[in-house]
């Protein structure tokens, strides 16, 4: 249906996950809005100042979606700098590159549609990469991590943002029962789409815990590797470098 989309994924998951963005990219700020009450605006200024991003640096945003990360950096490395928003769906990437060019942020950024997995970059070319709340969704993601790794500089640094296992005694069975009924009702309501917002549901109550993710970066090569929990571990973000 949506570009053609529907046919091209070779698995049931990559299909799945394109027919949830292609059906939520209209509406998907508001959403992120209204599911987090705005939180994850802070995790992400939290993620921007852990990149620890300057003037003239080359940035990944990947999973980048409606670019939010990717606007901030396209500010941070000024004209001399790179930003690529690269994401896997069409209906996201044009969302995306809408609102940053809405904003006047033209010039330094670039718009890739890509798959994680398969990164189209020569080695060794970024300075950071970021994925926010995209790992999640990738179906292989060790592949995606050994790709990622490939094309950043030596030096160079990889944050995750991502969903993971809420640490703060008492916060499970709430967060399950938010993810579980509220999430799926809100996303009816605004989307019309609850089966989206099911999948959301499942996909972090499947994805790696907070050591795991970080087992998975070290097996992948990245060193250094630590994370930071945030709101309780409902959210984690984990960095990892390549020397
Ligand atoms: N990073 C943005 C943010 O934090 O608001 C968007 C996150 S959104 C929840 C997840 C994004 O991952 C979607 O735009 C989706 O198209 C993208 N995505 C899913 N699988 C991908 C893959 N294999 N390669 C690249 N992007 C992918």
């Known amino acids: 249906t949506h570009f053609g989309y529907r046919q091209v994924p070779k698995d049931e998951k990559a299909g799945r996950v394109a027919d949830v963005f292609h059906s939520v990219a209209a509406k998907y700020d508001l959403m992120n809005d ?37 606007g901030k950096f396209s500010e941070l490395v000024g004209p001399e700098g790179e930003v690529v928003l690269a994401d896997i769906n069409a209906s996201m990437l044009s969302v995306g590159r809408q609102r940053l060019t809405d904003r006047g942020l033209v010039g ?3 718009f890739a549609q890509v798959n994680a997995e ?31 790794l490939r094309v950043l500089k ?32 809100l996303g009816a309501m605004i989307t019309g789409d609850r089966d989206s917002y099911r999948y959301l549901a499942e996909s972090i ?38 020397f």
């Open 205 to 242: 109550r499947m994805h790696p815990d907070q050591e795991s993710l970080k087992a998975m970066m070290e097996a992948a090569g990245f060193e250094r590797v630590d994370y930071y929990n945030l709101t309780g571990g409902i959210v984690a973000l984990h960095r990892g470098f390549k």
């Open 108 to 110: 330094n950024i670039e």
């Open 34 to 70: 209204l599911m987090s009450g705005g939180v994850h605006r802070l995790w992400k200024r939290y993620t921007i100042e852990m990149s620890g991003v300057r003037r003239g640096q080359r940035i990944l945003d990947l999973a980048g979606g409606t670019g939010d990360l990717a």
């Open 154 to 185: 030596p030096g160079g640094r990889l944050l995750v943002l991502e969903f993971s296992k809420p640490r703060a005694p008492g916060l499970g069975p709430v967060y399950d029962a938010y993810s579980f009924s509220v999430l799926p009702t």
């Open 118 to 148: 398969e990164l189209p970059f020569p080695d060794n070319h970024f300075d950071c990469i970021t994925i926010a709340f995209g790992l999640r969704n990738v179906t292989d993601k060790d592949k995606a991590l050994a790709s990622m």
